[in-house]
């Protein structure tokens, strides 16, 4: 065991190259890294119960409610290394550091993509500082675009009492208050404050909220043929819109946990033989629109009394950045944020451009790379000059792919020859999770 423990510190030095300096001075490292190598000592330990509880104390000790903190302690823990790196790490502890590390991750990201809270009080607040105040507290940035939809901008003063309320709960009660609207797809990472039409239903009142998610019934589309009286049926239409902070990448809805009531009790079919029925996601939309069609009941019933299911949402986590220096070298260096891996494989000019090829890799349970790989190509990638300048990419190329990992050869034009003057940093989500939306939606009127 003794040897053990020196592969375990000489992991833990090596770990400390890929993080910050700054984030070892974080409160509690000292006692983290006592409490690690205890812990760990014990994950090969004869008996199985021992080595349970140690393997449930190194998940308990991560700060999970810190990512900051939680990135730190992820740093420290020692990696389940493969290969010829294995030696003097028994297999018991590598799948043990394996599963340990996934749970860690997991709730960290989990943190992120909770609903934002809202506190505001104020008898009377412009709506622009309004609009910056929800801003600061939950990240989510709003902007009025009355003037863009050629609407009347009045200034508005908004009288609200809000106490630590989820994100859309709180913004559906300001814009109830200021007769406000929302438009999600504005392209922008903001979501869109616009003026409700006239004789509008209040938001508050039609709305399901499930974390970070809203879901409203906006329309109910039914159809009799009056040749062919059997063809008959109806579709809801379900607008599901996210925190503006989020970026969903698919989102989909399994007809096993669809539950639809009557007004009069009885339970109302679908009319589709679909086991999922998927969403697309479209890039700068903060919304997308779910369609669910069900038989037509019969003419007494007015009213959908429930409509509940559960969504299933693959979702990024808080995004990290990756600085690359010292790019003239042109050495094989990674970096590792969480649940992800973001290697610089090569760095050389191609006639008028310079190339920077990269490789990323996501961890985790998900195939966030099999069929659902557009998000990586919305990450942001750039070079930084001497003078903190950027410069975007001219473009670039797909080299790999994988279910676990993409390689890319970004595209650089730049006015001098000196690569050694740039950095290169490189945004991707830390995790990509799926989350469990459940919704219920009551009192649906029928046409």
């Known amino acids: 065991m003794r040897g053990f423990s020196l592969a375990v510190q000489m992991g833990l030095l090596a770990l400390g190259a890929f993080i910050p300096a700054s984030a070892f001075e974080a409160e509690g490292q000292g006692t983290w890294a006592e409490q690690i190598e205890k812990h760990i000592g014990l994950l090969n330990d004869a008996d199985s119960t021992v080595r349970d509880q140690a393997e449930q104390a190194l998940v308990k000790l991560a700060p999970t409610e810190n990512v900051d903190k939680c990135d730190a302690f992820l740093a420290q823990l020692p990696k389940p290394v493969t290969g010829r790196a294995a030696i003097g790490m028994p297999a018991e502890v590598r799948l043990r550091l394996a599963r340990i590390r996934r749970q ?11 609903a934002s809270r809202l506190t505001v009080s104020t008898s009377g607040m412009a709506l622009d500082d309004l609009l910056k105040e929800v801003h600061r507290q939950t990240g989510n940035r709003l902007t009025d675009y009355r003037e863009r939809f050629g609407q009347e901008a009045t200034r508005l003063s908004v009288a609200i009492d809000l106490h630590d309320e989820s994100f859309w709960s709180g913004m559906d009660k300001i814009l109830d208050q200021a007769s406000l609207g929302l438009y999600p797809y504005s ?10 039409p006239q004789g509008a239903n209040s938001r508050a009142e039609r709305a399901s909220y499930a974390g970070p998610f809203r879901i ?16 008959q049926g109806a579709r809801a239409e379900l607008e599901i819109a996210w925190e503006p902070r989020l970026r969903p990448i698919a989102i989909s809805q399994s007809a096993e946990s669809l539950v639809i009531i009557a007004n009069d009790g009885s339970p109302v079919r679908l009319a589709d033989d679909r086991k999922i029925f998927s969403v697309e996601v479209q890039p700068g939309s903060h919304a997308t629109e779910l369609r669910i069609p069900f038989v037509l009941p019969q003419r007494s019933v007015s009213t959908l009394a429930s409509l509940e299911g559960q969504m299933s949402a693959l979702v990024p986590g808080r ?40 490789r990323l890799t996501v961890e985790g349970e998900e195939p966030a ?14 070079l930084l000059n001497d003078q903190g300048e950027m410069i975007d990419h001219a473009g670039f190329e797909t080299t790999m792919q994988t279910k676990r990992e993409i390689g890319l050869a970004y595209l650089f034009d730049l006015p001098d020859e000196k690569i050694d003057r740039y950095t290169w940093v490189y945004r991707t989500p830390a995790a990509i999770l799926r989350m469990s939306v459940k919704f219920k939606l009551k009192d649906i009127r029928l046409p």
């Open 319 to 358: 995004v990290v950045e990756f600085r690359f220096e010292d790019l003239a070298e042109n050495k094989r260096v990674e970096q590792q944020h969480g649940g992800v891996k973001v290697g610089l494989t090569a760095v050389r000019k191609n006639q008028q451009f310079w190339e920077v090829h990269m």
């Open 369 to 382: 790379l099999e069929s659902h790989r557009g998000w990586v190509f919305q990450n942001l990638s750039y």
């Open 216 to 231: 409203e019934a906006v329309n109910i589309v039914t159809q009799r043929n009056l040749r062919l009286p059997d063809q």
């Open 187 to 196: 392209g922008e990472e903001s979501l869109a404050v616009i003026n409700r």
């Open 104 to 114: 860690i991750e997991v709730a960290c990201v989990e943190q992120d993509l909770a």
